[in-house]
């Protein structure tokens, strides 16, 4: 019920190309979807996140869906840059009981190449 | 980073001993998290704390042990009970809603723990 499962683990994209990492969940209990970034040696940073009442929310080139019948949500990255290259994680928690707590995917190793 | 700092950045330790990781935040945030993270794992709570004087154990508390005396301050004890200590550490702080929840939770930099 507490999981997250983020896919691929890992994916190399070419410079100006779209990268997308994939997250579903179990516990219909989840109401807040955060993405988060982390380079080598730091800490992760809040990247962008949605709540289930919009199917979809963009903040300059990260846009996330969000699918509530599926369970699934999303992070696209537009016009991917090399300094994107980092690992990404999803995440997901609700408001109340055991739900409140974030519960991370295993988060996805991205490359952008020249 | 934000306001959240974490120290030393490395810290080794000889197998046995217990250390204590620094976390402090000026964030004004009344939840603080600590985190454990493992390569190919993501992110596992050991503690959290919604309040001062006041912590519940995460989902790996187990050879870890933490305080809450002050707003500012999360500080984590790495037992010699760890099974397995070595590993990047996490702190994190958060706002509490009214409501008790809370969602945007803003990390510090990390310490990485060795213990040989």
């Known amino acids: 019920q507490q999981q997250v499962k983020q896919s691929p683990q890992s994916l190399i994209v070419q410079k100006g190309g779209i990268s997308i990492i994939n997250c579903a969940y179990e516990?219909?209990?989840?109401?807040?979807f955060p993405w988060y970034q982390q380079f080598p040696g730091k800490g992760p940073a809040l990247l962008i996140a949605?709540?289930?009442?919009?199917s979809e929310k963009k903040e300059g080139r990260f846009t996330i869906s969000f699918n509530k019948s599926a369970k699934q949500f999303s992070l696209h990255i537009m016009d991917s840059q090399p300094g994107d290259s980092a690992t990404y994680f999803c995440?997901?928690?609700?408001?109340?009981?055991?739900?409140?707590?974030?519960?991370f995917g295993t988060g996805t190793r991205l490359q952008v190449t020249l | 980073d934000g306001g959240i700092t974490q120290s030393p950045k490395y810290l080794f330790r000889k197998e046995g001993q217990n250390v204590t990781l620094s976390c402090e935040q000026n964030?004004?945030?009344?939840?603080m998290y600590w985190y454990r993270q493992d390569p190919g794992q993501g992110l596992r709570l050991i503690y959290y704390?919604?309040?001062?004087?006041?912590?519940q154990k995460g989902d790996i508390a187990e050879g870890y042990s933490v305080s809450r005396e002050k707003k500012e301050s999360f500080p984590l004890t790495v037992t010699s009970a760890q099974k397995n200590p070595t590993a990047f550490y996490l702190c994190?702080?958060?706002?509490?809603?009214?409501?008790?929840?809370?969602?945007?939770?803003?990390f510090g930099p990390g310490t990485r723990l060795t213990v040989t």
């Open positions: 516990n219909t209990a989840f109401d807040y």
């Open positions: 949605i709540r289930p009442d919009v």
């Open positions: 964030l004004n945030h009344d939840a």
């Open positions: 994190a702080s958060s706002i509490v809603f009214s409501s008790g929840s809370r969602y945007e939770q803003y």
């Open positions: 995440a997901a928690s609700g408001s109340s009981g055991t739900a409140s707590k974030l519960t």
């Open positions: 704390s919604q309040i001062v004087n006041d912590f």
